[in-house]
């Protein structure tokens, strides 16, 4: 019984190759300006929340995102609103970690008319 021939990826477009290899380096984080980072107030007794779920979320899905510690979450999104030129003051990590207890996640369903498509990376993309 004779082996199977192993598929030949041979490289023809050098250039095309290595900008496909620095775009998997390539990151894009967007942040709407009209984002409500501060909430409206709530009409209850006491002290308010300085910051809006949504602010929480944003910051505990960075964390979860590059796997961070919560001081350095804190200190990478300030340094992201900074880069954008938003002027939002970042929850400390104490907020982070006594909210994110209390969080509420809802992430609304978007139904889709067409088919649904997934893409599964043939090749290693960590190497």
Do not use: H
């Not at 894009?28 to 602010?55: E, L």
């Not at 300030?78 to 880069?83: A, F, K, T």
Request: net charge positive; glycine share 6%; hydrophobic share 35%.
């Amino acid at each position: 019984m004779s082996r199977p021939i192993p598929p030949s990826d041979k490289t023809k477009n050098w250039p095309a190759y290595n900008e496909a290899l620095k775009q998997r380096g390539s990151l894009t984080i967007w942040f709407d300006p009209d984002m409500a980072w501060v909430p409206p107030p709530t009409g209850k007794r006491g002290r308010q929340p300085q910051y809006s779920d949504a602010a929480i979320q944003t910051c505990l899905t960075m964390k979860v995102l590059f796997g961070m510690a919560l001081r350095q979450t804190a200190g990478f999104v300030e340094n992201l609103l900074r880069l954008v030129g938003l002027d939002w003051t970042v929850p400390d990590f104490s907020t982070l970690s006594r909210r994110r207890e209390t969080l509420v996640v809802s992430i609304p369903y978007r139904g889709s008319q067409g088919p649904l498509n997934l893409l599964i990376p043939s090749r290693d993309i960590t190497a």
